[in-house]
């Protein structure tokens, strides 16, 4: 049988590199031509990426614990360099030492992705699985905080005149922001939160949203695929927002299964 911790290494490298490497894309776009150093070091993130993804194809689930621990902790540095290198383009962002089309927001936004990267892989180290139960208001935090961001530069991306769509942008970003303020109350509850009870409704109503979310990310990607609407995103952006949504959904649906174990 395939070691879980094996199996959960592998897939956390083979979202995450791509969601890495893509980050490092955007950045690239979004600085203006003098800005040629800093554009430099985004592609050299891309190649790394790119090779971790090669590196990544020659492991199955099969492969032996201590390699893909190392293989790990190669990614980790892979991780904690970008962050620190997403964390260099904020500091210059907001000391107005440049002036590019990255929103510090959006800056800011890829770090802490960078960094959940980076503990995920120490703690698959450790011999931690994710997601841990105990961890499951904190975990919902952090993607809640991802999915209301990324409500906001869908509305600051699309193009003013399509009115209706920035204004479903505008209501997704405040549906988010209420969700993030209630798992931050629940946060500040624990443990005594932590009853399967609350868990389950908290979990239920996160799914919801995120279902709709999603949904609505795709129905974005499609049409912008297609031109068939005015905004400055990206396809491949549109598509990146879309898969980190799935992601959420997918770590939802871990929590709840565990839940129903336990209530059993």
Same mark, same amino acid.
């Given at each position: 049988?395939?070691?879980?911790? @094996? ?11 791509? #969601? ?40 199955? @689930? ?29 500091? $210059? ?17 890829i ?34 905080? #991802? ?32 969700? @993030?303020?209630?798992?931050v109350?629940?946060d ?7 009853? /399967? ?10 799914? @919801? ?10 129905? /974005?990607?499609?049409?912008?695929e297609a ?5 400055? #995103?990206?396809?491949? $952006?549109?598509?990146h927002?879309?898969?980190e ?20």
């Amino acid at each position: 049988m395939a070691n879980p911790i @094996v199996m959960r290494s592998l897939d956390e490298i083979q979202f995450w590199s791509r #969601i890495m490497k893509e980050h490092a894309l955007f950045l690239s776009l979004g600085f203006t031509y003098e800005q040629n150093k800093l554009i430099e070091e985004a592609q050299q993130f891309i190649t790394l990426f790119e090779r971790i993804e090669e590196k990544l194809a020659r492991f199955t @689930v099969n492969s032996d614990l201590q390699q893909v621990q190392a293989f790990n902790s190669e990614v980790y540095q892979a991780a904690v360099a970008i962050w620190s290198y997403k964390r260099k383009v904020l500091g $210059l962002t907001l000391r107005c030492e440049i002036q590019s089309n990255n929103f510090p927001l959006l800056v800011d936004h890829i770090s802490r992705e960078a960094a959940y990267f980076a503990n995920r892989l120490k703690d698959l180290n450790e011999g931690k699985l994710a997601p841990e139960p105990d961890s499951i208001i904190q975990e919902n935090l952090f993607f809640l905080r #991802i999915m209301a961001d990324h409500s906001k530069f869908i509305g600051h991306l699309l193009d003013p005149s399509e009115r209706k769509l920035v204004e479903q942008a505008r209501e997704f970003s405040h549906d988010f922001d209420q969700l @993030v303020f209630q798992a931050v109350d629940l946060d500040s509850m624990r443990p005594q939160s932590e009853t /399967a009870p609350i868990l389950d409704q908290f979990l239920d109503q996160n799914r @919801v949203s995120v279902v709709s979310l999603r949904d609505f990310k795709k129905t /974005a990607r499609d049409l912008i695929e297609a031109c068939r609407i005015k905004s400055n #995103i990206h396809p491949l $952006l549109a598509d990146h927002t879309f898969r980190e949504a799935e992601r959420f959904l997918e770590i939802i649906d871990l929590f709840d299964t565990h839940l129903s174990r336990s209530n059993q």
